[in-house]
């Protein structure tokens, strides 16, 4: 190629390319990044820069979005200041460039350099500190708003199949308004609320329609809104309770529980020998996941909700054949819901990821919203007729939310208040149809190290919310795996892993401190009962199909079980993946294999069979072998006290 420009070809699961180390220090000023590209396929994931002093670091890397194929060269620019006031660009500095996670596009890339800002480059920085700003300032907010000790309170919120029915008090002198919040609309941000009920006397009890009729655009459903007390002083109205959502539902099904008959389950999969796995290892849940577009796509006919008609998608078949090939199993279904950036479920604030927050930003997006959830809770709840899904996984790994839960970069307590919402949402749906249905939070192995945000701190933040607005019946699903993903010797390669309440990483090693944060009192539902806890997606990786590797693979596996076993706080793990996947990154922590030298595809891994043994007569025999694999004499050893 010409001067200064590179063809790159994508290989593997994670393609990079370090650029040479810097020979002189980099002028201050230079905060843009710029190079020209053409690329002849599109790339899966986001570009990703790593600003490197010495070693890689994610806490030192941006992702940019997704490249797409172009024939002819476009700019690629990227405001880099925060690094640079961080001292990335000095003499011995470099880059790496993640272009994708596929291998297979060529890049051309040409002109790389760093530069100084420009006019409108500056201007648009502005822009973006104040909005950053802006956010923050809402962050702030409703931390104050949930930390308050307010002087009125909602006490009790009852839905029934007509009307909503909310009791309280008022604390003090003058004039008070029950104000009512709609998911699309922010308690914190309101200095006059639109939707008001009048209230008089210290104690009160108002009694509405269930059903809001044509409001902004929908027959709003009022059981998804949440009711607070406001003074009325003049045209403002100044909050004086925390909101609280409905405490009663009354219901329109209640199937009688499905019990969860062990802890062993293996995550989603689609192929006949998938469901004969789960059967022939008498497993009592698994995964799917549901993308959401695939569901209710758009407006048309097949399915109404709000007053709005959508119509039904090709999803609903691959819903239904998984949920009705295990529901004779015995098999709790959890679904993990999903929905992906670019379509009308993406939230507005999306910038890039695998997934979006789900819109629930106007009265219409919130209605398309709930209507996929009420479609899906209303027809799979009862496993003697099409099937049943028992709990619902809200989307996925939201700790890593630029990554798996779009919303763009945001401070935590304003990314989870949208979270909350969600959950919130999904939860007054399915506690209609099964009053045993719970609503799960994603989170992967960093505890308290940061993928975006530190998944102790969002779990006790959703704890103060509960206190705030009423506690509802939500759980964990924990992805705990081995600190590197792609080093299946979690025992001995762990090391920020510890038997502390505040260890970096939770992972199979130290599992002890997710089961004893789920059962500290503070922490119970309502105080007095446990959350649940699914491992829900999780596994060891066979770095190859050596026997070494996949001897290392299978007493990963041997690890995880004896640790879920002897933790009563943790209720099931599903093991990801059922089967290797090509492109999962380069990883192969499935229990069956792809066809590779002496493999063909679908071939049982040593794993399969300690899988199959887990919680059998035959666990200790086929576990045996891989004591000394690990290092130990006996699996007590494995067990530790927390801190």
């Known amino acids: 190629m010409g001067k200064n420009t590179y063809t790159i070809t994508c290989t593997g699961g994670d393609p990079y390319v370090f650029t040479p180390k810097f020979t002189a220090d980099i002028p201050v000023d230079h905060a843009i990044l710029e190079f020209e590209y053409t690329a002849d396929a599109d790339l899966t994931a986001d570009l990703q820069i790593f600003y490197v002093t010495s070693v890689p670091s994610e806490n030192s890397s941006k992702k940019y979005g997704t490249l797409k194929a172009t024939s002819t060269f476009k700019t690629f620019t990227a405001d880099i200041s925060s690094f640079r006031l961080d001292g990335w660009g000095k003499k011995g500095h470099s880059l790496r460039i993640d272009p994708g996670d596929n291998g297979g596009p060529t890049i051309t890339i040409r002109n790389l350099k760093l530069r100084q800002m420009n006019k409108d480059e500056i201007s648009a920085k502005g822009e973006a500190l104040a909005k950053k700003q802006a956010k923050q300032d809402m962050a702030d907010r409703i931390d104050k708003y949930l930390a308050t000790d307010y002087p009125s309170s909602v006490t009790k919120v009852s839905v029934t199949k007509s009307s909503v029915i909310i009791e309280g008090t008022c604390g003090g002198d003058g004039s008070y308004a029950l104000a009512e919040v709609t998911p699309w609309q922010d308690i914190t941000e309101l200095q006059k609320f639109p939707y008001v009920e009048s209230i008089s006397g210290k104690s009160f009890t108002v009694t509405v329609d269930r059903i809001a009729k044509a409001r902004e655009g929908i027959d709003y459903d009022r059981v998804f809104s949440k009711w607070a007390v406001v003074k009325v002083d003049g045209d403002k109205h100044i909050l004086d309770s925390h909101g609280r ?12 529980p499905l019990p969860l008959k062990n802890k062993k389950g293996i995550a989603a999969g689609d192929h006949s020998l998938y469901f004969s796995d789960l059967a022939e290892m008498g497993c009592g849940s698994n995964t799917m996941n549901v993308t959401l577009d695939g569901i209710l796509p758009g407006k048309g006919s ?119 919402k969600s959950m919130r949402i999904c939860y007054n749906i399915i506690r209609q149809y099964d009053q045993n249905a719970a609503v799960l939070g994603s989170y992967t192995h960093s505890w308290t190290g940061k993928e975006d945000y530190s998944p102790k701190e969002m779990l006790e933040k959703t704890v103060e919310y509960s206190n705030a607005e009423g506690d509802f019946w939500w759980g964990v699903a924990y992805h705990p795996y081995p600190q590197d993903l792609g080093n299946p010797s979690l025992w001995s390669n762990d090391a920020q892993a510890t038997y502390s309440m505040d260890t970096k990483f939770v992972t199979f090693k130290n599992l002890e401190v997710l089961d004893k944060w789920m059962k500290m009192k503070e922490n119970l539902y309502k105080g007095e009962k446990k959350r649940i806890c699914f491992l829900s997606e999780n596994g060891t990786n066979s770095p190859s199909y050596s026997d070494s590797n996949l001897a290392l693979q299978a007493a990963g596996g041997c690890w ?19 089967k290797d996947n090509r492109a999962e990154f380069g990883l192969r922590i499935g229990l069956r294999s792809f066809a590779e030298g ?24 086929v576990f045996a072998p891989y004591l000394s694999t690990i290092g130990i004499t006996d699996w007590d050893s494995i067990m530790h006290e927390v801190e």
């Open 245 to 256: 959502y409905a405490d009663e539902v009354e219901p329109v099904a209640s199937p009688d």
């Open 302 to 420: 097949g399915y109404s909700f709000g007053g709005v008609s959508y119509n039904v998608g090709g999803g609903k078949a691959y819903v239904e054949r998984i949920v009705s090939s295990v529901k004779n199993m015995g098999v709790v279904v959890n679904a993990i819901i999903l929905c992906p950036k670019g379509g009308v479920f993406t939230d507005p604030e999306c910038t890039g990821g695998y997934y979006s927050m789900p819109n629930m930003t106007t009265a219409e997006a919130f209605n398309h919203y709930a209507a996929a959830l009420s479609y899906l809770a209303s027809r799979y709840n009862d496993e003697n007729v099409l099937g049943r899904i028992s709990h619902w996984i809200m989307h996925n790994e939201v700790d890593a939310g630029t990554t798996w839960t779009n919303m763009g970069e945001q401070p935590m307590t304003r990314y989870l208040d949208r979270y909350i």
């Open 560 to 578: 995880a079980w004896k640790k879920v076993k002897n933790l009563d706080g943790i209720d099931a793990i599903q093991w990801h993946n059922w």
């Open 598 to 621: 002496e493999f063909n595809d679908f071939d049982p891994k040593p794993v399969w069979y300690v899988w199959k043994a887990a919680g059998t007569d035959q666990e200790d025999e």
